[in-house]
């Protein structure tokens, strides 16, 4: 006779803290943004008069300068070619976090949303070494500053001065190459901080 222990399995509390987190990131913004990064009506990363664009917003944090918001430094078409899979919605959060939504791309692929990319700052006072106890057994990569993979939620920590980004990948196709594409991910941003 098995008995429960009320606790959940490793691999099923990463997924449940994964969904958690989405959640949390969709339910944090009023409404969604504009397909391709900034979002609907917003200055950030707007066009202004004669075809140029403004620089995202930004904030001061503990360790300097910091953007407002992650959505206009990343475009959802970047990241929809990065993981293959087509761009349904990109939704800004509060406090400096990104959502986006994708659709499988396959011909007779089921309807339904099949992976989210979150990128957010983690805020001031959080550490790699933070992010390292959060959930050891991680790897080190080589990007930014300094870099830290983790599979249990397939985040990828970079480092860019005193400040701790995340770029976080939720496929549902456990083939996919989380690391790389977080990677390729994660340049793009850096190439905008």
């Not at 429960?4 to 969709?26: F, N, Q």
């Not at 957010?120 to 990007?143: F, H, M, N, Q, W």
């Not at 300094?146 to 939720?170: C, E, N, P």
């Amino acid at each position: 006779m098995h008995m429960s222990t009320g606790r959940i399995p490793r691999p099923a509390a990463g997924v449940a803290l994964a969904l958690a987190m989405v959640v949390a990131a969709c339910n944090s913004a009023p409404g969604a943004g504009a397909p391709g990064g900034a979002p609907a009506g917003s200055a950030a990363g707007g066009s202004q008069p004669g075809g140029g664009t403004q620089p995202p917003a930004t904030s001061v944090g503990a360790g300097g300068t910091v953007p407002a918001e992650m959505c206009p430094l990343v475009s959802g078409e970047d990241i929809a070619a990065i993981v293959d899979k087509d761009l349904a919605e990109t939704r800004p959060g509060a406090d400096a976090w990104c959502t986006w939504t994708f659709t499988e791309r396959r011909p007779g692929a089921l309807p339904g949303i099949d992976g989210t990319v979150i990128v957010r700052y983690e805020g001031d006072g959080i550490t790699l070494d933070t992010a390292k106890s959060a959930s050891p057994g991680g790897e080190d990569v080589s990007i930014g500053d300094r870099g830290y993979w983790t599979d249990d939620f397939s985040v990828l920590y970079v480092v860019k001065g005193a400040h701790v980004y995340a770029i976080q990948l939720i496929l549902f196709d456990e083939a996919e190459p989380r690391l790389d594409m977080a990677t390729q991910i994660a340049q793009l941003l850096l190439a905008k901080l």
